[in-house]
RNA sequence: CGGGGUGUAGCGUAGCCCGGUAUCGCGCCACAUUUGGGAUGUGGAGGCCGCAGGUUCGAAUCCUGCCACCCCGACCA
């Protein structure tokens, strides 16, 4: 176990906690729900957002800017819409401080703005607004637009990554001719997540529906991703939303079809955040530390020099010298710790907290041997290799961390994925083994509320790929035709 | 907003009942010895004891008010 990170064992959510703060990914801010995302933290969410963006880049997406501000009477077009944000808006009323007589600094009464502006908790409206002036014809669609920005939602109770008041993400707001492509796009830019999760993230996820309740306000259709974290507890780590005609109407964003007629518009909107860093980090680290997937990791390998002189520190540097171009060469990043303030115990330690994926040793006796001592962060082995091709070693061992990250959460979820029938033994589970419970619902409401005030586990999603399998809703006993997740959520 | 708790050095804390200007550890700085898994020794710096009043010769300590933060619940990517 690392200095001062408690066990996950002992307290997974201190143990969360204390890991963002010692790894430095970021630290609390002065004001209540916001965080301070620290340059190690920035980094990685840095390298998400490369690709992503280049994801979007490559299903025709183009990115964007729309103001931070919101006039307030944009929120009230569409009822569902403003019932879902209204309670966590920040407004801004006035526009100027001033000196009071007694010297102290305060809002200046004379300057009250004539319409209240909303600190944009998502972008829809003010989107939709400008979308209006854009569109009048088939042939100006589809839009395909994506912007990267900051959120506010004025949550209650937040956590480092995974709730924070202030957050970034990105949007995509697409507008399209029908329904059919509309849908179509919703369900593309799902599986274009899915795709990230899995493959930069090492993060298995479920591909689904929310159900009514669980749908984001405004949206005809909501799909997410969802996840296992290790302690059980199951993360929405994206959502695809297909908003149908709700904001054409509200905002009335009529085109003109094909066949000269007048319709509205179909929409979609998309977005990840920050919480994937939230999501990177409960899914694979350990009591040591972060263990981040190699293709996200902002340092891939870590050189750690051993030498009691200076002559032995430069022979070595010398190597690593060369063994830094021809890694460079092939793409990938390395650091070379040739600090005489730590010893290497110290070093080993503070990377492995940084979860940097590879760690060379390099001392005098493996210079003399022709070897390194070549570490890998996910299963905490080490061995010694040769010198000779050592690029290429750790290029393919840096593949195998990766491959092998998403095994172990593959392996973990589908441990912790039951059916259940019997909803004493649903409950038992919730509290004894976490995790994703497959089981039957009535497909009601009620039910769904009904489950959530009784044992707090919410329908994550109705899975795309789930089977047609007559049953009983778990609770009401009333005929089912498939199996949906349930699960205590973030 | 309800219930519980905490504010003392960069961080974590002792002291508070029972008033006398503050303890210890980590970290930091200097020097020396060290360096294949978190070094050791010696010396040193660092505090409006959350804020404002009050009681008192004297307040971190007692009293009053305020503020902030954390944990648990209702809301959520």
Partial sequence: MSKGIISKEEDYSQWYTDLVIKADLAEYSPVRGCMIIKPYGYSIWEKMQAVLDGMFKETGHTNAYFPLLIPKSFFSKEASHVEGFAK???????????????????VDPEAELEEELIIRP???????NTYKGWIQSYRDLPILVNQWANVMRWEMRTRLFLRTSEFLWQEGHTAHATAEEAVEETERMLEVYADFAENWLALPVIRGRKTPNERFAGALDTYCIEAL???????????????????????????????????????????????????????????????????????????????????ELEAISAYVKTLTQELKAKGISVKFDNRDTHRPGAKFAEWELKGIPVRVAIGSRDMQNGTVELARRDTKTKETVSQQDLATTIERLLEDIQQSIYNKSLAFREENTREVDDYEEFKRLLDEEPGFLSAHWDGTAETEQLIKDETRATIRCIPLNAKQEEGRCIRTGKPSSQRVLFARAY
């Fill in 88 to 106: 966590e808006c920040a407004v801004v009323t006035h526009y100027r401080l001033k000196n009071d007589e007694d010297g102290n600094i305060i």
């Fill in 229 to 311: 974290m290790q302690d059980g507890k199951a993360l929405q780590a994206g959502t695809s939303h297909f908003l149908g005609q709700n904001f054409a109407k509200a905002f009335d964003v009529k085109f003109n079809t094909k066949e000269n007629k007048l319709d509205y518009v179909w929409a979609t909107s998309w977005g990840v955040s920050t919480r994937l860093v939230g999501a990177l980090i409960m899914s694979h680290s350990d009591d040591a530390g972060l263990v981040i997937p190699p293709k996200l990791a902002p340092i891939q390998v870590i050189v750690v020099p051993i030498f009691k002189h200076d002559e």
């Fill in 122 to 128: 998502t972008s829809e409206t003010i989107i939709w």
